[in-house]
């Protein structure tokens, strides 16, 4: 199931959605922080968007239903460890994204990814 991360908008704590050329440095370095070290927070990301997808599902291939396509897409992100779900949200077109107007600036992202501490657990 499409997620917010399969775009290239970021969708603040208020709603507000931003491209990444629009947000200041200091905010595309916290987020992309958030994005390695809150693997919780962006589970949460995740479920908000696959529980908000549409009950009408026009096409059903597989016969399952839109139901167990949830199901399976909560049980998909909760069973990932908190690397894999850091990984999914940056490697995301969302994180990299962001990643590369960060290189546009200047920051040296990979290094500043080196620096920030691992993982916290929510």
């Known amino acids: ?6 775009g290239t908008l970021w969708i603040g704590a208020g709603g507000q959605a931003f491209r990444p050329a629009e947000m ?3 905010h595309l370095l916290n987020t992309v922080k958030m994005l390695k070290n809150r693997p919780g927070v962006v589970v949460a990301m995740v479920v908000r968007d696959i529980e908000a997808t549409p009950d009408c599902c ?4 597989f016969g ?21 779900v ?8 969302l994180g990299m994204a962001m990643k590369a107007e960060l290189l546009s600036r200047g920051v040296n992202v990979e290094n500043y990814l080196s620096m920030i501490e691992g993982p916290e657990t929510l």
Do not use: C, W
């Not at 399952?64 to 894999?84: A, M």
């Open 86 to 93: 850091s990984d999914y949200a940056l490697n995301s077109p």
């Open 64 to 84: 399952g239903g839109h139901s167990e396509l949830v199901k399976q897409s909560l049980f998909n992100i909760t069973s990932l460890s908190p690397e894999q």
């Open 24 to 26: 200041g440095t200091d």
């Open 1 to 6: 199931m499409k997620t917010r991360f399969d």
């Open 58 to 61: 026009p096409f059903d291939p």
